[in-house]
């Protein structure tokens, strides 16, 4: 490996780590205007109840587009199409 590839590769693993950062800030603040919306519908609720960061990584990878419709449909709340 040329010592100008590895000044790339430096350079661009300092650029990627300097947006986790930005985006880490970011996921904080929205995790906090998040909590404080749910707590204004809901109320206040005790921590162990709320959804903790690694249940929303799993719902979000195992969503499959269009299944929430899917469901309300079993359940006769969505609307069907007229025939």
């Not at 979000?60 to 006769?76: D, F, I, N, Q, R």
């Amino acid at each position: 490996m040329n010592p100008s590839n590895e000044e790339l590769y430096q350079k661009r693993i300092a650029e990627l780590e300097a947006e986790n950062a930005r985006l880490r800030k970011r996921l904080d603040v929205i995790t906090a205007d998040r909590r404080q919306l749910y707590q204004r519908v809901y109320g206040p609720a005790e921590e162990e109840y709320m959804a903790t960061d690694e249940e929303y990584l799993v719902a979000m990878k195992t969503h499959v587009p269009g299944s929430g419709m899917k469901w309300l449909a079993e359940m006769g709340l969505y609307p069907r199409k007229a025939d």
